[in-house]
């Protein structure tokens, strides 16, 4: 099992920045694979970013050059990031984290990031 927590969303005023953090703890040592998702209003789930365990990346078209996708690990936990700037108020959505193993997917529970003036 792996547990996801996400935490650094909230109000940003348009062109800002704001960085996402999800702290990964259980059976960390089986990811190969993490990823932010985020679901506009109206919108399906889409993939914003994704970090492979050799640390290889991949960003959709609407955010390359803007959001850059981080992992760090620290004895049995490992923290995936998501560093946001020039915030457009399309970004706005609810924002997830997801683990892959090879076993299973795992998310978290989500966070809101609106970018309003």
């Known amino acids: 099992q792996v547990q996801l927590v996400e935490s650094g969303g909230g109000l940003v005023q348009p062109g800002g920045s704001l960085r996402l953090s999800c702290a990964a703890s259980?059976?960390?040592?089986?990811?190969?694979?993490m990823a932010w998702y985020r679901q506009p209003p109206g919108n399906q789930r889409e993939l914003v970013a994704s970090?492979?365990?050799?640390?290889?990346?991949?960003?959709a078209d609407s955010v390359k050059g803007r959001f850059t996708i981080s992992m760090s690990r620290d004895n049995a936990k490992k923290t995936l990031y998501l560093q946001m700037r020039t915030l457009k108020p399309e970004d706005t959505a609810v924002y997830y984290c997801?683990?892959?193993?090879?076993?299973?997917?795992?998310w978290g529970q989500g966070i809101q990031v609106t970018v309003s003036s």
């Open positions: 997801q683990a892959l193993t090879y076993a299973s997917q795992y």
């Open positions: 970090i492979f365990s050799g640390n290889n990346t991949n960003y």
């Open positions: 259980g059976s960390i040592f089986n990811i190969y694979r």
